[in-house]
C-alpha cells in the first residue's frame, strides 16, 4: 500500500445497518464522496461533493479503530474512487465482513470476490433507470443482494418485470424492494408483493424510525 493512494472520505462512522439482510447489527460506514446519478429521491445528495482527500492508512486505522466485525461501504458512488477496490481487499485481509452499496451503473466485476455487494436496479421514478449496467447481473452472485427502490406502481411492476426476464432469484441470495421514504405507502407495496407471490424480500430503512429521517452520520 503506497503511502500516497488516498480516497476522498465523506465521513466513517459507526451505527445499526439500517436496510439488507444485514439490517440491526453494528456496522461501520463508510461514505465516499461522489456520485454520476442524481436520483429523485437520494437522501444523501451532500456526498456528491463534500469530502476530505484521506490517505488510505488513515482511513483503515479509523475504520479498525471502531472494533467492529461488519464493515459498509457506501456512497455517493464507492466505484467511482478505484482505490476503494484496494481498501476493500485490504478489509477483508483484516478479517472483516465488508459490503459494498453501488448503484448498479458501475462495473462491478473488479470487486473482491470475498465483498458482499448489494446492488441497485433503478426504477422508473428514479429519472436515472437509462443508468442500469445490466451486464453487472452475470457479476453477481448468491452472497449478494439486489435491491430495487419502489415509489409507485409502476416502479413495482417495472422490477416485476426485471425479476423474470433476469431471472434474478437464480443470480443472488435476496432481492430487496424498499420503499421511497415518505412517498408511498409501505402497506401497498406489501399487498403487491403478497398478491404476487414475488420471492422478494420488503425492507424498511430500520434508521430512518430510530433517528430523524435526514440526520448524518447514522
Not at 9 to 22: L, P
Not at 169 to 188: A, M, R
Not at 189 to 196: P, Q, S, Y
Request: glycine residues 6%.
Amino acid at each position: 500500500m503506497s503511502p500516497t493512494t488516498t480516497l476522498v472520505i465523506n465521513e466513517i462512522y459507526h451505527s445499526i445497518q439500517g436496510e439488507s439482510t444485514w439490517a440491526g447489527l453494528p456496522c461501520v460506514f463508510v461514505r465516499l464522496t461522489a456520485c454520476n446519478l442524481r436520483c429523485s429521491y437520494c437522501d444523501t445528495s451532500y456526498a456528491f461533493y463534500e469530502g476530505k482527500k484521506t490517505g488510505l492508512p488513515e482511513v483503515q486505522e479509523k475504520i479498525l479503530s471502531f472494533n467492529c466485525s461488519l464493515v459498509e461501504i457506501t456512497g455517493g458512488e464507492p466505484l467511482l474512487q478505484k482505490n476503494v477496490l484496494e481498501l476493500m481487499g485490504n478489509l477483508c485481509e483484516a478479517g472483516k465482513t465488508v459490503l459494498i452499496e453501488t448503484s448498479g451503473s458501475i462495473d462491478i466485476s473488479p470487486i473482491d470476490p470475498r465483498v458482499h455487494i448489494i446492488m441497485d436496479l433503478k426504477c422508473p421514478s428514479s429519472g436515472e433507470s437509462a443508468k442500469n449496467l445490466y451486464a453487472n447481473i452475470a457479476f453477481l452472485a448468491k452472497k449478494d443482494e439486489l435491491k430495487f427502490v419502489i415509489g409507485s406502481r409502476e416502479d413495482y411492476e417495472w422490477a416485476r418485470e426485471q425479476i423474470d426476464f433476469w431471472k434474478l432469484p437464480d443470480k443472488v441470495g435476496t432481492i430487496l424492494f424498499s420503499p421511497i421514504f415518505g412517498k408511498i405507502d409501505p402497506k401497498e407495496i406489501v399487498e403487491w408483493i403478497l398478491a404476487d407471490d414475488l420471492p422478494v424480500r420488503f425492507q424498511l430503512q430500520l434508521h430512518k424510525f430510530i433517528w430523524p429521517p435526514n440526520q448524518k452520520g447514522v
